[in-house]
Each structure stands twice: as C-alpha cells, then as structure tokens.
C-alpha cells in the first residue's frame, strides 16, 4: 500500500490559491500599450461580483435540492431559511458595490470602454444560471434585436445556461410546496367563507368611510371608490375559482391555489407551524426586491457612465436595463400580497381543534 505523503503544515496563500487569484486581473488597456488606472478597479469589482454569485448558486442549489423532495423535512426547511438569509445579505453587499464602482468617474470609463465591446455583464453565465434557477422564463425576458439572450454565448456556455432552463426552478418548487400544504382545508371550517365575509365587511366600511367624508369632493369620492372597486376585484380573482388566475404586476404569478396558501402563512404566521414558512416567503420575497433593486442601481450607473449610448453588448444601454428592472421578476406575487391582508382584529378565529393541529404540543412523559 502507497504510504501518503507527509504534508506540511497547510499555508494560507496554497489554501485559497491566491498565485491563481490574485493573477487573474488582465487589463485591456495595459494589453493595447496604454494603461488606463481605473480598469484595475472595473476588473476586481466584476470578479467580485462573480464571486459572490458562484455564493449564491451555492446556496440556490442547495434549496432547490430541499424542495425537490416529495415533502420537506421540517429541519431542511430550517436550513432552506437560512440559506435563503445568506442569499440575502449577499445581495446586499452586490447592491453595495455599486458604490465603489461609481467612484470610477464617466471619463476614466471611456479610456479604456471601447476595448471592452463586444464583452458585457450580458454574458455572465453565473447571472443567468441564477434567474433560470430561480424561475425567469425565456418567454418572459426582453428580446435584443430578435435573437434569444443565449446567443451571446459560447456554445458551451449556452448549453449550460440552457440546461438551467429546463430544471424545475425555485418558483416552480415553491408554488407546488405551497399547493401542497395541508392548511388550505380545516375539515368542517370554511374558512375561505369566513375570510370573504371579513373582507366583504372591510371593503362596504372603506365604502362607506369615503361616502360619509364631508371633507371630498364628489369627484375625489367617485375616484376613491374607483380604487376600492379594484381592490374588490383582486380579492374576487382570489376567492372565486372560475375567475382567471390572480395577476398582480409584471413576472411571474403564482396559481391561486399556491397564492391562497402563502396567504394564509402569512395572517396566520404566529402558529408555531406556520413561522419558518412565513420567514422562507419574506426572504423570497426579500430576494425579489433586492434583485430588482439591484437592477435599478445598476441600470443608474450605466446611464451615469455611458448616458444614453448603447452597451458594450450592444442592447440599448440605460433603457433596455430600465425596463429589465420593471419586467423581469419572478417572486412579485409575494410582495403584493399585503393587497390581501385584512386587520388582525378582523381574521376568522381558527376553532381550537384547528389550532391543536397547528401548534406544536409537549406532553410529559
Ligand atoms: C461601468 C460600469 C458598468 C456599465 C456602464 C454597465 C453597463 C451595462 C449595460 C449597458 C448592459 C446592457 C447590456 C449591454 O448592452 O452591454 C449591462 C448588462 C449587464 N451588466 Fe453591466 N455595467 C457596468 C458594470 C457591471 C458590473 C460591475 C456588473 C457585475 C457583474 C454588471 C453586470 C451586468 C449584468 C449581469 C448585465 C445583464 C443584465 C440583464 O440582462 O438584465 N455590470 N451592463
């Protein structure tokens, strides 16, 4: 038998391969003879980026893995939120980033930009590979001159991103979880009647509020009502199972069924039961925002640094990032859903036997 080799005592740079990393920034500028300051800065701040988004897969997969079971261990649904928080702090520190770029002044950009094209962030396979794994469409994404947004890869690249297309993503996992929870239906209570005729009672009271305010004109009323009218509609989309599925915006949307049980987690959220749901919904929905958060700083520093020109990948620039940020979502629904939300003081009471059944009960032996 091979005896091992004996190993020295391990060393900090072998350990995280700092010959390789700290090797890897290669300036454009340098390369064409005139070495421009600032690209060092763009070069770390985009490594870094792709750092913390191989973090974030890291994560990502590790959820999805979670819910790709036929149920979902209460204890993995402990580590799903926890992952799912670190997802989230990371996005914080990329939204954070932005900051240092932008020290990095428009006219330092343009020594070295034109070196860059037909390079751009549209190409990062890591950014794709996490909206694909969390649930964006191909159907769903802006179209770039009519050719799909893998056409800027390599083929190998392609095939990846691809790949990730056709896995079943986060929202597709949730939204079965969702459908599947075993609070939708209470034996005898309806509560589904309850909370319509809690919400039936909210909206005739908005009603009458407007109606009896002396200080609106008849306009403002007629205005006022128009608005609770919607609201009307959306919770009828809800309640009613022949209406269409409940639209709230633009991405992705949930199916009634799934929207009804995050509901549901969500007023009901202090059931011992119903709390590490409810944490796992706020940080997707904290995902959500963050994303598109960082989209619109990101579309903010591109305006900022190149105006209204088109992008080293040749998209529109400024205004394609614009109107990426306002369409490509996938976890919206759960932010709208405080459009749902009645008073605490107005929910159904659960009857007790319902409440036995969600609490987590210690008996001594
Ligand atoms: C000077 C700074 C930057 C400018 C002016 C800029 C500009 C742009 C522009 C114009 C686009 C649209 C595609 C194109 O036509 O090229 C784009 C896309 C993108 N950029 Fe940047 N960018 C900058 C920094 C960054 C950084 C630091 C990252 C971090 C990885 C990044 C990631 C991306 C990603 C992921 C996309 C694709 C967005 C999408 O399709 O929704 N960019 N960028």
């Avoid at 038998?1 to 290669?26: C, F, I, N, T, V």
């Avoid at 974030?56 to 819910?67: G, K, M, P, R, Y």
Wanted: hydrophobic share 40%.
């Amino acid at each position: 038998m091979e005896k091992e080799k004996p190993r020295g005592p391990l060393y900090y740079a072998d350990y995280l391969q700092l010959d390789r990393l700290l090797s890897s920034q290669q300036m454009q500028s340098a390369l064409h003879g005139k070495p421009a300051h600032d690209e060092m800065l763009f070069i770390i701040v985009h490594q870094a980026y792709e750092l913390w988004f191989k973090q974030i897969l890291w994560e990502l997969d590790a959820v999805l893995a979670t819910f790709r079971g036929a149920s979902v261990p209460e204890e993995e649904l402990g580590q799903a939120v926890l992952r799912c928080g670190r997802i989230v702090e990371i996005q914080r520190v990329l939204i954070q980033q932005v900051d240092v770029l932008e020290t990095m002044t428009p006219l330092d950009f343009l020594d070295f930009r034109d070196q860059l094209i037909p390079a751009s962030g549209f190409q990062s396979v890591q950014f794709r590979l996490i909206e694909n794994k969390l649930g964006m469409r191909r159907g769903d994404r802006l179209q770039i001159n009519d050719a799909p947004y893998t056409s800027r890869f390599t083929q190998l690249d392609a095939a990846r991103v691809v790949a990730s297309e056709e896995e079943p993503s986060l929202f597709d996992l949730i939204q079965s979880w969702l459908e599947r929870t075993p609070f939708l239906h209470f034996g005898d209570f309806d509560f589904w009647r309850e909370y319509r005729r809690a919400v039936d009672a909210m909206l005739a009271s908005d009603r009458a509020s407007i109606r009896n305010n002396p200080t609106l004109t008849e306009g403002e009323k007629a205005t006022q009502l128009a608005g609770v009218e919607a609201t009307a509609h959306r919770f009828a989309d809800l309640f009613e199972e022949n209406a269409g599925e409940p639209a709230t915006g633009p991405g992705r949307h949930f199916s009634r069924r799934a929207l009804q049980a995050a509901l549901l987690i969500n007023l009901y959220r202090d059931e011992p039961i119903l709390h590490l749901p409810f944490r796992l919904l706020a940080l997707l929905a904290d995902i959500e925002r963050n994303f598109t958060t960082w989209r619109q700083r990101h579309a903010q520093m591109a305006m900022r640094m190149i105006g209204t020109r088109i992008g080293t990948g040749g998209t529109s620039g400024h205004e394609y990032l614009d109107r990426a940020a306002e369409r490509h979502r996938v976890f919206a629904d759960l932010s709208a859903l405080a459009s749902f939300y009645i008073p605490r003081s107005a929910l159904p009471k659960l009857p007790p036997d319902v409440r036995s059944r969600m609490g987590f009960t210690f008996r001594s032996p």
